[in-house]
């Protein structure tokens, strides 16, 4: 048996991984990835945690918010994924509906991410109102994600995507839920929309690393959304996303390009074509003539 040394950027992240890094201090990269090709690059990039996030309801499938998408078309994303990723961790959001109804349904479907998809952790929204499931999941072997702060899930019950953890009520409720989901086990806790103060107040109360969006720098880690890193995302940006490339330019210019070449007869040239060998050109025109010299 051969043991990797710990900070080995070769090494396979895992749950235990993660929480070596938060006693370390160093920072914990993750992000967004909804099907093969950029599975592989964001893996091969050294980014710590792939999400196959329920915003591929919105980024992928052009649904207005996360509420929309099935277990089936998250599992079937996944399992793309699967196929790109070899060293992050692969972890799967659960989507709405999916771990709401009962424990057993929870379970059952949870398992199906690992089962059928290849995912090594799920991630569902809320803290301490579900502590108790997460327990119960995390009991069936199934790692879990805790997400508080903004979820997105809850969008009818918050009245829109508004900061939260504002007032010193809610303040106390986002370290309640922080506790909870620590005490029960969680692999990592997602804080999405919440003051910067108040995500390191959470990052700093509990054992489990913190990975934050638009809650500052003060998490053990950060995650943004690849689509809207790479400005493909069609609607005004957050304010804390941060575009490190231009996709939609990049993917406009390449489509212009191939449309005016196909238009003006640039394109396939004569050097992207295949071509018959010799012999085999020299018999088709041999017949081609013969026919020609019957029909006159
Ligand atoms: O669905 C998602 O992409 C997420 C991240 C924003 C944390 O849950």
């Known amino acids: 048996m051969s043991i990797t040394p710990i900070g080995d950027p070769c090494q396979k992240v895992t749950v235990s991984s993660l929480r070596e890094k938060k006693l370390r201090h160093e920072p914990i990269a993750c992000l967004t990835a909804y099907d093969y090709a950029t599975a592989r690059l964001v893996d ?3 980014i710590d945690i792939v999400l196959v996030g329920d915003s591929l309801a919105q ?14 078309e998250m599992l079937h994303h996944t399992r793309a994924v699967r196929r790109g990723v070899k060293h992050a961790l692969l972890l799967a959001d659960m989507p709405y509906g999916s771990y709401h109804v009962s424990t057993d349904e929870a379970i059952r479907n949870a398992a199906r991410f690992v089962k059928e998809a290849g995912a090594e952790a799920v991630k569902i929204e809320g803290g301490a109102k579900r502590a108790d499931l997460i327990r119960q999941i995390i009991d069936a072997e199934i790692p879990v994600a805790g997400h508080i702060g903004l979820t997105p899930q809850s969008v009818n019950v918050m009245g829109g995507y508004r900061v939260q953890g504002k ?19 969680v692999a990592c806790i997602y804080l999405e929309g919440i003051p910067r103060e108040v995500a390191g107040m959470l990052t700093a109360e509990v054992e489990t690393p913190t990975i934050g969006i638009g809650a500052g720098p003060e998490c053990d880690g950060q995650v943004l959304v690849l689509h809207d890193l790479l400005n493909l995302t069609f609607t005004p940006s957050a304010k804390f996303v941060r575009r490190y490339g231009d996709a939609a330019a990049l993917i406009t210019q390449a489509v212009q390009g191939f449309r005016a ?12 074509s295949y071509h ?21």
Do not use: C, F, H, W
């Open 261 to 272: 070449d196909v238009v003006s007869g640039q394109y396939p040239s004569d050097s992207e």
């Open 59 to 72: 980024t992928m499938l052009g649904y207005e918010n996360t509420l929309s998408v099935t277990i089936e």
């Open 167 to 185: 007032s010193l009520a809610a303040i106390e409720q986002l370290m309640r839920d922080a506790v909870a989901l620590d005490r029960a086990g």
């Open 44 to 46: 091969e990039a050294g």
């Open 276 to 296: 018959l060998p010799k012999e085999t050109l020299a018999a088709l025109e041999t017949i081609l003539e013969r026919k020609r010299s019957m029909q006159r």
